[in-house]
């Protein structure tokens, strides 16, 4: 076994403690992190921290993706909005529960688009759609989504993204309104969401 995959594999089975969800363990367990972060940070790939990707931005711990992951109940053939691609590690683990064709992100910085498209392409998630747009604006053609979520913060859960989400779907994203909780969201039969904190986060801001 090489050696990112033995860490790999023992990344996995730390996280055992915090999620429970086998398919999301599993998830973790496949993504070759390393690939996704920077070159001079890939020693750190398998550490259970955030990593600086550039620009300012961070790539989250690979617990709070799990979590993130838990708490959306992902299944196969569930069509995801993702806002905020980052480094695209997060879309990878995604795309490894709901099929990778189901996966659509945006990202603000158009080069970094660029960037983790070939990324995706070049670890066998080439089938993960990215946009380089503003997020609040979401990504009408393919919704509505069964899950929408965000990687950055927001005030709120932006109107046009409760919109493009269907109904009984769920939304989550850490929100930020003086300190950032995360805030999971079913949206009802009105329109309206039904919100659940699951406690307090650290996100880089929604441009
Ligand atoms: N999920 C990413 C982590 C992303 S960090 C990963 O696994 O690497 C948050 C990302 O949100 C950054 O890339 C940032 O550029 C992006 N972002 C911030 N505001 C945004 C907006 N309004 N629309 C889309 N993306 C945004």
Redesign the pocket.
């Given at each position: 076994m090489a050696d990112w995959d033995r860490q790999r594999s023992r990344l996995s089975d730390r996280l055992r403690e915090r999620v429970v969800d086998e398919h999301v363990l599993a998830a973790i367990a496949s993504v070759p992190r390393h690939r996704?972060v920077p070159e001079d940070k890939r020693h750190a790939a398998y550490a259970d921290r955030p990593l600086p990707?550039g620009?300012g931005?961070?790539?989250?711990a690979p617990h709070m993706?799990a979590i993130m992951a838990a708490l959306l109940d992902l299944s196969p053939g569930d069509r995801v909005l993702?806002?905020?691609?980052?480094?695209?590690?997060?879309?990878a683990v995604t795309a490894e529960l709901v099929g990778p064709e189901n996966v659509y992100s945006?990202?603000?910085?158009a080069s970094?688009a660029d960037e983790t498209r070939e990324t995706l392409y070049a670890t066998g998630y080439g089938g993960v759609s990215v946009r380089a747009?503003?997020?609040?604006q979401g990504w009408s053609e393919h919704a509505p989504y069964d899950r929408t979520y965000l990687?950055?913060a927001a005030p709120d859960f932006p109107t046009l993204l409760v919109e493009q989400t269907r109904v009984g779907g769920v939304l989550l994203a850490p929100i930020d309104d003086g300190q950032q909780r995360l805030i999971r969201a079913e949206k009802q039969a009105d329109g309206t969401l039904d919100s659940e904190d699951h406690g307090g986060v650290r996100?880089?801001?929604?441009?």
């Open positions: 996704f990707i620009s931005q961070t790539i989250s993706v993702e806002i905020g691609t980052g480094c695209g590690y997060h879309a945006v990202e603000y910085h970094l747009g503003d997020g609040k990687t950055c996100f880089v801001p929604l441009q």
